[in-house]
């Protein structure tokens, strides 16, 4: 556990609370006081979290770890005690999986409501319904009884597991509640899913099981995902029971950084977890979504609007997601707002519904030609005479060319003229910018590639944006003109001396600067 937050090396004679959030100092303190007075071993009853944030060290641990903490004596030769062994678990993964089941359990057996009344209304047609909400967090949570394990009762279904089954939420839910889970099953599904269920409940880890699970009046084959249910404190308090998997979360803070993430999302993207953890939210979005989820992350962390963190709503958008091979992932994030080790920071929870890809839904045509490349036609030997057929001339297609902002400004040459036609809705530096396309500028061009004065802006923090409009605006959220945009570039030696960063490949010599750096 200690490597893994510092070289081993580094942190001999450094003080223990110095790798314990500061929240949480004054809690472990007193545990180890307690210890060394009295020779009694003691387990924290709250979660701790271990940070790794001191620059000196050569080694240190991608994020931040949560974890359950246990202080035992150590003794000398003599039998005294002379010092206290420190045993942590990291809970990070189980916590946000307990997080993630309890936020999707929480919507008692309702539809995710959607931010965007078309999407509401797409999601509501009678032909998509079923095909795309039964994707939303299809699973079941299940108590365990240890004595009589066929009578485990089904403590919580969502809405997506009521579809997937062919029950109606609204009239069947409280007699689901009632049942055993194992009466939905086959005969000869009964002993593989009991065994599962109990490595599960003993060793954590998931399992897989093909069943027979009533759906409507019919047995139809289905594979079971068996996960632990955790608790807050990271022990198994039952098994959640997914019809297609783990769910897929994460967490992410104010400044637009990814803090954790399930097993399922890595897999959903495509990295490594260590590749996803740490990095910018935007890294892994599309340039069409980040509009709308940058709008409603912003609109999530607003302490103007929502004073009290209890006072949030949760937001429900969709977000076409960009795997690391390239291929699109199209999804809804449930959102909402949890609580963090940092007290000066905000954090937020996204549970990743991923779904089928349904061009007419959302999303660019050639998207969906990238997330399902149509299969090549096998040759057949034809019937009589042995030879192979000869295939049919391929029609011309017409090539839909989907250029970026970025690719679009290209005509411009100038740093400041090239900025504001990306920013620009039309990328036209003789239209207006807007305050929406202000913050759709944010959200697409990263810090790094940013002018100076921009570099630092929180995207997702309104106040902060907003004061900075109002800078280059002259004090106004009314549309700013380039005019208006240059004189306030100009105002800086850092931005009118600026090669225009790495984003400027197209001049000769290309940009190279980046603003933190000047």
């Not at 006081?33 to 620059?55: H, M, W, Y």
């Not at 509640?177 to 599962?196: K, V, Y």
């Not at 260590?274 to 709008?295: C, K």
């Not at 007419?360 to 036609?377: F, L, T, V, Y």
Request: charged share 25%; hydrophobic share 35%.
């Amino acid at each position: 556990m200690l490597r893994s937050l510092v070289g081993s090396e580094m942190c001999i004679r450094d003080s223990f609370s110095r790798y314990v959030d500061k929240v949480n100092r004054r809690e472990v303190k007193r545990a180890f006081a307690r210890v060394l007075a009295s020779g009694q071993a003691e387990k924290l009853k709250s979660n701790i979290t271990l940070i790794s944030n001191d620059f000196r060290f050569g080694i240190g641990a991608e994020h931040d770890l949560l974890a359950r903490l246990m202080l035992s004596p150590k003794y000398d030769i003599h039998g005294n005690v002379d010092g206290v062994i420190f045993e942590a678990k990291d809970i990070s993964n189980e916590k946000l999986l307990a997080d993630v089941y309890a936020h999707v359990l929480a919507h008692d057996g309702q539809p995710l409501l959607f931010a965007e009344p078309d999407e509401e209304d797409r999601y509501n047609a009678p032909n998509m319904e079923l095909p795309m909400r039964e994707h939303h967090g299809p699973i079941i949570a299940l108590g365990y009884d240890r004595v009589n394990p066929r009578g485990t009762e089904i403590k919580a279904i969502s809405h997506a597991a009521m579809l997937k089954l062919k029950m109606d939420p609204t009239e069947e839910m409280d007699r689901v509640l009632r049942t055993p889970f194992i009466d939905m099953l086959g005969p000869g599904s009964l002993d593989s899913f009991l065994q599962a269920q109990e490595q599960v409940v003993k060793k954590g880890g998931y399992e897989v099981r093909d069943c027979h699970i009533q759906v409507g009046d019919k047995l139809v084959p289905m594979a079971l995902t068996l996960s632990p249910w955790y608790d807050d404190m990271g022990q198994i308090q039952g098994t959640v029971v997914g019809f297609e998997g783990e769910l897929a979360g994460f967490s992410l803070d104010s400044d637009g950084f990814i803090t954790d993430c399930t097993d399922a999302a890595v897999f959903h993207l495509g990295y490594d977890k260590q590749d996803i953890v740490g990095v910018e939210l935007v890294t892994f979005v599309d340039p069409d979504s980040l509009f709308l989820m940058g709008d409603s992350i912003m609109e999530l962390f607003d302490d103007e609007e929502y004073p009290s963190p209890e006072m949030v709503p949760d937001i429900v958008v969709p977000v076409t997601l960009v795997r690391e091979s390239g291929r699109m992932v199209q999804s809804s994030w449930d959102m909402t707002r949890i609580p963090g080790p940092n007290p000066d920071m905000k954090y937020a929870m996204v549970v990743l519904h991923k779904e089928k890809w349904l061009p007419s839904i959302r999303g660019r045509d050639k998207q969906g030609e990238a997330m399902e490349p149509a299969p090549e036609p096998k040759p057949s030997v034809s019937d009589g005479h042995g030879r192979l057929p000869k295939p049919a001339p391929a029609k011309k297609q017409k090539e839909s060319v989907h250029l970026t902002p970025f690719e679009k400004a290209e005509a411009e040459t100038e740093a400041v003229r090239y900025h504001y036609a990306v920013m620009q809705e039309l990328n036209d530096c003789n239209g207006g910018c807007t305050f929406n396309d202000f913050k759709r500028y944010l959200f697409t061009v990263q810090k790094e590639y940013r002018p100076w004065g921009l570099h630092t802006t929180n995207m997702f923090m309104k106040p902060a944006v907003v004061k900075k409009y109002k800078e280059i605006s002259g004090g106004d959220l009314g549309p700013i003109t380039f005019q208006q945009w240059e004189d306030w570039w100009n105002t800086a030696d850092k931005r009118s001396n600026w090669d225009g960063g790495e984003k400027m490949s197209h001049v000769d010599p290309p940009g190279k600067q980046n603003p933190f750096d000047l």
